[in-house]
Each structure stands twice: as C-alpha cells, then as structure tokens.
C-alpha cells in the first residue's frame, strides 16, 4: 500500500505516541512549570571543573536581560538518566565493550538517582524502567543484542518522553535529567524526522550526552549523525564525545559521571511577561575571571493558548 508523505508523517507519530502512552508532552509539562526556569550549568577552567561557585558569582541573562536567580545549589541534586544503547548490526564485535562501559557507568550512580535503560536497533526497547537498583541495569544492559538498522531519532523521541514520567523526590527538590546516547552510525529506519526530535529536546530541561562512536572504515556515512549529535547536545546542554576506539568508552562514561556531579542547579522566574510561546536565547555567565560555562541555550516561553 502507498501512503502519502503526510500520511506516513501522522502514522509514525501515531505509532510513537503507542509506545509513549501515558506519558506527558515536554511543551506541557514545560508550560506547568514555566513560572520557573531551571538551568543545569557546567563550569569548567580549562577543561577542569569547577565547583566551589557561589551564588553571587552567577549571572543568569535571558535574551540579554538580566534575570534575578531565586534558586541555587551546588550540591547534588537527583538526577534521572536514559542510558541509550545503539544495538544496530555494526556493533556486533563491540557490543560487549560497550556494555561494561555502560555498566560501570550504572555503578556511579548515587543513592537518589534513577536510571532507564534503553536499546535501539530498528526498534526502541525500554528494557528497564527507571530504578536506582545497580544490579537490576546491570542485568538489561547485558540483556542487549545486536540486530537490524539505526532508529537513532525514534530512541532520542522516546526517551526524552520516558523523562517526563518522572518527578522529584520532593516538591522542594529539582531532578535534573539527562540522556546519554551511544551509536555508531547515521540514523537509517526512524519514523520520526530529526527536526521533531530536536524541537521536542529544546522544549525539554533534558541535558544530552551523545558518544558517536566512529567506525574508521574510511566512509561518510557518520557524517549526518555526527552534525546531529553534536546539535543536539550543544542546544540541551551537554556534551558530545567522537571516540575512534570502543576502548575509549569507559573513560569517556566516567567524565559525562564527573561532570553530572559536579554542576549548579539555578532557577529564575523569567521577567518577561508575555505569552507568545517564543524562543528566549540563555546566557550564564560567572564573575570569576577565566572560567566557562556550559547549559542549554534557551527554552520556548509560555503560551497564550
């Protein structure tokens, strides 16, 4: 049967929205808790991270106006992590590597965080839902196999939807969330379009964590996926990673742990007023001379409707 470009598009967000039912969209949960902005910022002094910060020497600036932070923490706020593994035919002779990387990564979660493991090869598992027992992830991770193509965009849509099911442990508590994604190649069976991808993180507090794990077989093929995974982690916030090596995987695990330790949590309530549900452009700075740092870009404002 031929379908239409249109049809195909409404049948595969039909079929996306099954596999994601029951959970909230990120533009409503966004506009519930528009009335305050939380960023997770990253600082760094060249490459090292800093974090004996204090409040006083963050500026928060939203479309270059400057905002009055309300909330801040540099301890460890809880955070809830996808784990996305690429499971597709080519990470056939790295896949158990892969999965002691993954591990060890499980194994450096706190008390107070939770984790989802996820799988994608033409299909997205979620293999196991989010839970802070290590031995449990530890079981879904070695439960991966490799089969099939690439459903890059499809895993990234679902478990940025799988985020949404969860909340803090408490009403005064931020939990911060993040996706860390490791594929091997472009995206070649998804139903979802990576504009809707990208669209559906920037309206998310969801911070992405891609390792493109590259094959070195003299092809182009990784050049899309290394354009998208770079996108998608600068707008969100978080990091991308392009190790030529699988050897490399659990060194790079530990500094994405290293880095989710050792962040600042701020919260602002947006002086602007209106409700045009336009994109308002983010800048954190620090008064301390010589230090960087590193959040989302921005976020969708909220809407009249």
């Known amino acids: 049967m031929f379908l239409t470009t249109s049809a195909r598009r409404a049948l595969s967000l039909a079929l996306l929205a099954a596999l994601c039912a029951g959970t909230l969209i990120a533009q409503d949960r966004f506009r519930a808790g528009v009335d305050l902005v939380s960023l997770s910022v990253t600082v760094t002094d060249s490459g090292r991270y800093v974090t004996n910060l204090e409040k006083e020497e963050f500026e928060v600036f939203e479309d270059g106006a400057k905002q009055t932070i309300n909330f801040f923490s540099h301890g460890?706020?809880?955070?809830?992590?996808?784990?996305?593994?690429?499971?597709?035919?080519?990470?056939?002779?790295?896949?158990?590597?892969?999965?002691?990387?993954a591990i060890g990564f499980a194994r450096r979660m706190r008390t107070d965080?939770?984790?989802?493991?996820?799988?994608f090869d033409s299909q997205v598992r979620v293999l196991q839902t989010f839970t802070n027992d290590v031995p449990t992830l530890e079981k879904a991770i070695r439960h991966t196999s490799v089969n099939g193509s690439t459903a890059l965009y499809n895993a990234?849509?679902?478990?940025?939807?799988?985020?949404?099911?969860?909340?803090?442990?408490?009403?005064?508590?931020?939990?911060?969330?993040a996706i860390v994604v490791l594929s091997d190649g472009d995206d070649t069976s998804s139903l979802v379009e990576y504009e809707e991808v990208l669209d559906l993180a920037k309206r998310s507090e969801t911070a992405i964590y891609a390792i493109g794990l590259k094959q070195n077989t003299g092809r182009s093929e990784f050049k899309e996926a290394e354009f998208v995974l770079k996108q998608l982690s600068t707008e969100t916030g978080g990091r991308a990673f392009f190790p030529t090596s699988v050897g490399e995987l659990s060194g790079i695990y530990q500094q994405i742990s290293e880095e989710l330790a050792?962040?600042?949590?701020l919260g602002y309530t947006s002086k602007n007023s209106l409700r045009n549900g336009s994109w308002r452009r983010l800048v954190v700075r620090v008064t301390r001379p010589g230090l960087q740092t590193r959040?989302?870009?921005?976020?969708y404002g909220p809407s009249a409707e």
């Open 295 to 299: 959040t989302r870009r921005g976020y």
């Open 76 to 101: 460890q706020q809880p955070i809830a992590l996808a784990v996305l593994l690429d499971t597709s035919a080519s990470m056939e002779n790295r896949l158990e590597t892969a999965q002691e990387a």
């Open 262 to 265: 050792s962040q600042y949590s």
């Open 156 to 177: 990234i849509y679902i478990s940025l939807k799988e985020l949404k099911k969860i909340k803090a442990p408490s009403a005064e508590e931020i939990r911060r969330e």
């Open 113 to 119: 965080d939770v984790m989802t493991v996820i799988d």
